[in-house]
């Protein structure tokens, strides 16, 4: 259970126009606090009364917060917000990189992460006050100049070069990205007075009971259904930065319904193999991936491949890709244990999968040569191969998984392979 924390409650000041900047805060979070809610908070305060600060905080946590996942992000804003008098402080403190030897090192907690970018987003936006007596309103015109530009460019940005600010700005993108993909069109069928299949069955039970005759030709349809995804994400030094992005990425497709994915399947490996599906399935994406990365004790150590997908095939493809599961592979292909059998794995993976498409970050590279041994021994046995190292490269993922015929850079990279 959240704890309600012991800050003073401003005596001055519109308490109103206070609880809706306070709303505003908590929706930048991604709570779901329409104006319904804003005015059931009011009302509630004015009903319950706030003689103890313990009760002012429930009062807005029950007007609030409708999920558990919410109440840690609630109790952060709350704490930060209602007048904690080195609130601006301690926000700064956890968007700006500390410098080692100077201040003592403290890994924010990710609701308050997320509390000090909700209440930091953008402009400097002060909490309202009391307005002075005969004041007049002051009218801040912003110039948005250049804004439309500005995200342009950090789609294009790789993500090793991106600033703590592009940084933050870029998941804010990677939320709002959609993976299309096409439903399978399956062997089943059903009932459709539209449909392209003639339903002899139901057609002569028709005329059975108008003794025989046959009125009307009775029709099927092929049925329709979603496939599974199912994500290989490698998590060692050198795709630290960019697994991180993907798996921001990642959580925003688990998290948006009725996408057309049937579910979502992640794991990470980098030594070892490990499985994270059930942490993405948390709406709080900080929470989610400070549980997946809790779990994942190889972050940013070597690479075995091929150990990792032999782990893979072995324990988790028959569970996970049992009715034409697409399959994105994201790794460097920089595996230092090369005599782990990656080739077969890889092949097993690819027959295995209705299609297997590899996203690497080394693509971004306009010389990238196919030299490493284990990008040759993954190369011939994919269906697509494409960059990762971008926002927009992450878009593009949709053609490559919807478009059976496109490759991405596959057909290139093994023409130069050939050519050796």
């Known amino acids: 259970m959240a704890e309600a924390f012991p800050f003073d409650i401003p005596e001055n000041g519109r308490l109103a126009d206070n609880i809706t900047h306070f709303a505003r805060a908590l929706r930048k979070a991604g709570l779901k606090v ?28 029950a007007a609030f917060v409708s ?23 301690q926000m700064m403190s956890l968007l700006l ?35 002075a007596p005969g004041e007049e309103e002051i009218r801040i015109d912003v110039d948005a100049t250049g804004t439309h530009s500005a995200e342009e460019r950090l789609r294009t940005l790789d993500f090793e070069q991106m600033s703590v ?10 939320a709002r990205l959609s993976l299309p993909v096409r439903p399978i069109v399956s062997r089943r069928s059903q009932a459709d007075l539209r449909g392209q299949l003639a339903d002899w069955r139901a057609t002569m039970r028709g005329a059975l009971r108008r003794g025989g005759e046959v009125q009307s030709l009775a029709h099927r349809r092929r049925r329709t259904r979603w496939p599974n995804l199912v994500v290989l994400c490698d998590i060692s030094g050198s795709m630290s930065q960019y697994s991180r992005m993907v798996l921001h990425f990642l959580h925003a497709i688990a998290n948006h319904k009725g996408a057309g994915w049937a579910k ?16 993405l399935a948390q709406r709080d994406v900080d929470a989610a991936l400070a549980a997946a990365g809790a779990e994942a004790q190889d972050w940013q150590g070597g690479t075995r491949i091929g150990a990792s997908l032999h782990a893979f095939n072995r324990d988790w ?58 990008i040759r021994a993954m190369l011939p046995h994919v269906d ?18 919807s478009e059976t015929g496109d490759r991405g850079e596959k057909d290139r990279l093994m023409r130069l392979m050939d050519g050796e």
Request: no cysteine.
């Open 384 to 401: 697509a191969f494409r960059a990762g190292h971008s926002i927009a490269t992450l878009e593009a993922l949709g053609k490559a998984i």
């Open 317 to 374: 493809s028959r569970r996970v890709m049992g009715q034409g599961a697409v399959v994105l592979l994201v790794s460097d292909g920089l595996d230092r244990d090369t005599d782990a059998g990656l080739e077969q794995e890889m092949e097993r993976l690819h027959l295995s999968a209705r299609r297997l498409v590899w996203v690497n970050p080394l693509l971004r590279w306009d010389g990238f040569v196919p030299k490493a041994r284990g």
């Open 97 to 131: 990189p500390a410098v080692r030897g100077v201040q003592e090192e403290r890994n924010a907690a990710a609701a308050e992460k997320r509390a000090a970018e909700a209440l930091l987003d953008g402009v400097d936006r002060p909490p309202p006050e009391q307005d």
């Open 67 to 89: 999920r558990p996942e919410e109440r840690a992000v609630f109790a952060q804003i709350f704490r930060l917000y209602w007048r904690d008098p080195r609130y601006l402080e």
């Open 165 to 174: 600010a592009e940084m933050a700005e870029a998941r804010r993108m990677i």
């Open 264 to 279: 979502v399947h992640a794991f990470t490996f980098g030594t070892r193999l490990t499985n994270i599906t059930r942490h």
């Open 34 to 61: 329409g104006p319904g809610r804003v005015v059931d908070a009011i009302r509630a305060v004015e009903a319950a009364g706030f003689g103890q600060k313990r009760d002012f905080y429930w009062v807005l946590h």
